[in-house]
């Protein structure tokens, strides 16, 4: 579990973070959205350590990151695991040492065990049998699986994603977010996801915070979001026609079952 409290970030007389709080469960996808520059970025950048916090605390089961030493921070990054915007793949490795590049910097397994593990990866996000090829030679969509196999080869406790379906198309889209949605199940993790995609919102935001101009706007489920009377998440959410009918077909059944 991560939480964050009270957190504020100014870049010299601009502050971009206006007290955020919120609490992120393990075994939980939970989205981070917003316009661009609403601050969701500098967000997942404060929680990770990338930036500091002007003000407040992010804590990692219960441990303050702001009070860590050095080492005890180097320590914590090797239980995270990052999938970045674009896959991050380095071009002259091949996909199974793509794979295996975090195990080789952090594990002290044999080679045999590093592979292994790194094979297993492969084939858990359905990619065996790939390992010999260049990022160059597969797809944007299974670039990104190969980031999360990397993302998943230390078995990280807390995982962050960054537009992990940014360039994708809908249908390969889905896969990914289905596909981070089970091994957040099944590895219990604590999942963030940074996001513009609604699609994701709606199919696995079990947790959201929605943020505007850097104030914690609100705060819900993909099921409160429907109901939700907040006008700028509203206006955020169902500005396409697609989630417009999606609200009103839920005032029209909320209608018809005296709910309102």
């Not at 661009?36 to 950048?45: E, F, I, P």
């Given at each position: 579990?991560?939480?964050?409290k ?9 502050e ?11 075994g939980?996808?939970s ?16 929680i ?13 089961d219960?441990?303050?990151?702001m009070?860590?030493?050095k ?5 914590l990054r ?9 896959a ?28 292994r ?10 990619l065996?049998?790939?390992g ?55 590895y ?15 199919g ?10 850097g ?44 709910i309102?």
């Open positions: 579990m991560i939480e964050i009270d957190i504020h970030k100014s870049f010299e007389d601009k971009v973070l206006k007290g955020i709080s919120s609490t992120f469960e393990n939980k996808t989205l981070i959205i917003g316009q661009s520059g609403s601050g969701k970025t500098v967000l997942m950048k404060c990770v350590g990338l930036f500091e916090p002007t003000e407040g605390d992010v804590l990692y219960g441990r303050s990151f009070s860590m030493t080492r005890e921070r180097a320590l090797r239980e995270m695991g990052m999938i970045f915007q674009s991050a793949l380095f071009d002259s490795m091949s996909v199974l040492e793509n794979v295996m590049f975090p195990l080789d910097m952090f594990s002290s397994d044999s080679y045999k065990e590093r592979r593990r790194a094979e297993f990866c492969l084939d858990r996000v359905n065996n049998g790939a010999d090829k260049f990022p160059g030679e597969i797809s944007g969509g299974m670039q990104k699986r190969v980031a999360i196999a990397r993302a998943i080869a230390l078995k990280p406790r807390y995982l962050f994603c960054d537009e992990p379906n940014s360039g994708l198309d809908p249908k390969t889209s889905l896969v990914i977010d289905d596909l981070i949605h089970e091994l957040t199940v099944e219990n993790t604590t999942t963030i996801i940074n996001t513009h995609d609604m699609n994701s919102v709606m696995i935001g079990e947790h959201i915070l929605y943020i505007y101009e104030n914690p706007e609100w705060t819900g489920t993909k099921e409160e979001v429907v109901s939700s009377n907040n006008e700028r998440l509203n206006n955020f959410i169902f500005a396409s026609d697609l989630f417009r009918k999606v609200k009103e077909a839920e005032l029209e059944r909320e209608k018809a079952e005296g309102i």
